[in-house]
T-cell receptor
Framework: IAGITQAPTSQILAAGRRMTLRCTQD?????MYWYRQDLGLGLRLIHY???????GKGEVPDGYSVSRANTDDFPLTLASAVPSQTSVYFC????????????FGPGTRLTVL | GQNIDQPTEMTATEGAIVQINCTYQ??????LFWYQQHAGEAPTFLSY??LDGLEEKGRFSSFLSRSKGYSYLLLKELQMKDSASYLC??????????WGAGTKLIIKP
C-alpha cells in the first residue's frame, strides 16, 4: 500500500441498509478525516480523529459513526442509509493537524436508493 | 457563519495566465490551502499560505492577504492538463478545513 486506500470504489445501497466504508493509510499519520463531496458544494467534514483512540464530530455528522482503533484504519459506518447520503466520500489523513496538508484517498461513490 | 467564496467556473487559453480568487470569512485563521481536483479523482495539495504575501512553486503561485480575507492562485503557462477544479480551503480556529465549492477551470487550445 502507498498512501491511502478506500473500499469499495463504488456501491449502490438500498435505503435502510447498514454500510461501512473502509479507509486505510500506511503513512503513520496521526490525524484522519471523512468528507463528503456533493455537486455545487465544498467538501464537508463528517467526522475526524486527531489520534488513535479519539474521534470528533465535523460539520455533518448525523447518520454517520466512526471508530479509530489503531493508527492505520478509520472506517465510516452508515447505520441506516437514506437517499440524502448519496455522495462521494473521501477519506484523508495528515501528519498532525496544524497547517499540515491532507492526503486524500481515491473516494467511494455511494448511491442510496 | 463561515464562508468561502470562489468563482464557479473560469475559461482560459493554453499558454496564458489565469488568476483564481478566493475570499473567506471564518472563525479564526490557521492558514489557507489550495488543492487541485481532476474530474473523478481525489483532491491533491498545491499550496499553503499562513503569512501575507506570495508563495511561488513552479508555474503555480498563491497569494494571501489576511486583513482582506483574500487569496488567489495564479497559474502561468497554462497546459491542457491544468483543466481541473481548484479548491480553496481555510483552516479555522479548531484546525478544521472549511472548503469552498471549487472553481472549474476550462483550458481551450
Amino acid at each position: 500500500i502507498a498512501g491511502i486506500t478506500q473500499a469499495p470504489t463504488s456501491q449502490i445501497l438500498a435505503a435502510g441498509r447498514r454500510m461501512t466504508l473502509r479507509c486505510t493509510q500506511d503513512m503513520r499519520h496521526n490525524a484522519m478525516y471523512w468528507y463528503r463531496q456533493d455537486l455545487g458544494l465544498g467538501l464537508r467534514l463528517i467526522h475526524y480523529s486527531n489520534t488513535a483512540g479519539t474521534t470528533g464530530k465535523g460539520e455533518v455528522p448525523d447518520g454517520y459513526s466512526v471508530s479509530r482503533a489503531n493508527t492505520d484504519d478509520f472506517p465510516l459506518t452508515l447505520a441506516s442509509a437514506v437517499p440524502s447520503q448519496t455522495s462521494v466520500y473521501f477519506c484523508a489523513s495528515s501528519d498532525g493537524i496544524q497547517g499540515n496538508e491532507q492526503f486524500f484517498g481515491p473516494g467511494t461513490r455511494l448511491t442510496v436508493l | 457563519g463561515q464562508n468561502i467564496d470562489q468563482p464557479t467556473e473560469m475559461t482560459a487559453t493554453e499558454g496564458a495566465i489565469v488568476q483564481i480568487n478566493c475570499t473567506y470569512q471564518t472563525s479564526g485563521f490557521n492558514g489557507l490551502f489550495w488543492y487541485q481536483q481532476h474530474a473523478g479523482e481525489a483532491p491533491t495539495f498545491l499550496s499553503y499560505n499562513v503569512l501575507d504575501g506570495l508563495e511561488e512553486k513552479g508555474r503555480f503561485s498563491s497569494f494571501l492577504s489576511r486583513s482582506k480575507g483574500y487569496s488567489y492562485l495564479l497559474l502561468k503557462e497554462l497546459q491542457m492538463k491544468d483543466s481541473a477544479s481548484y479548491l480553496c480551503a481555510v483552516m479555522d480556529s479548531n484546525y478544521q478545513l472549511i472548503w469552498g465549492a471549487g472553481t472549474k477551470l476550462i483550458i481551450k487550445p
